[in-house]
Each structure stands twice: as structure tokens, then as C-alpha cells.
């Protein structure tokens, strides 16, 4: 892996985890079993990562493991499936805004 595969992957794990915790306000915000829309927000964004590191490999995989984790999740109940939905999405906001956080972050290096 090349040292801008690296940056790419750090800027959107960092992205992501970001977005987890302003996911993660609003839940809090939200009335409803705050316990199961966390689990569900941060089960999601767990498999994001998971998706991102493994960008390089088959998408099948990927996907498959999204799958196997929403079924788990709906069959056993240990989180609210709208939130996991929500946390899984955050690789797609990340791969987005990957080249303003970018930019961001090496700002932010240069004024230290």
C-alpha cells in the first residue's frame, strides 16, 4: 500500500469516526432506547471500517458482511437496525468528503 493509500485510509477512518459521534449526539437527542440506537450507530460504523480497510479487496466480501451483520443484528436485537443503516453509511460520507478532509487536516498539521 502507497503512502497516499495511507493518508486516504487515515483521513476516512478519522471521517468516519467524526461522523459517529455527531450520529451519536443526535441519537442521544432522539427519544427512544438510546442503548440500542448506539450499538446500532457504532455496530455500523465498525463495519464501515471494516469495508474501507478491505476497499482493495473483492466488494463481495464486503458486502456479504454488511448482510451477515444487518441479520444478526434484526435476528438477535442487540440494536436498532435505522442506526446501524445510519453507522454503515458513514463510509459513504466519508469517501465524499475525503478531499475537504483532507485539505482540512493538512491545515490543521501546518498551523502546529
Known sequence: MSKTDNTVLKDMIITMLLYGIIAQIVCLIIPGDHLRMTAGLW??????????????????????????????VSWLQIANVLTLFAGIM????????????????AKFKKSK
Open 90 to 105: 458513514s463510509l459513504k460520507l466519508a469517501a465524499y468528503l475525503q478531499p475537504i478532509m483532507h485539505k482540512l487536516f
Open 43 to 72: 455496530i455500523g460504523v465498525a463495519a464501515g471500517v471494516f469495508m474501507v480497510i478491505h476497499m482493495q479487496k473483492s466488494y463481495a466480501i464486503r458486502y456479504l458482511v454488511v448482510v451477515v451483520v444487518f441479520i444478526a
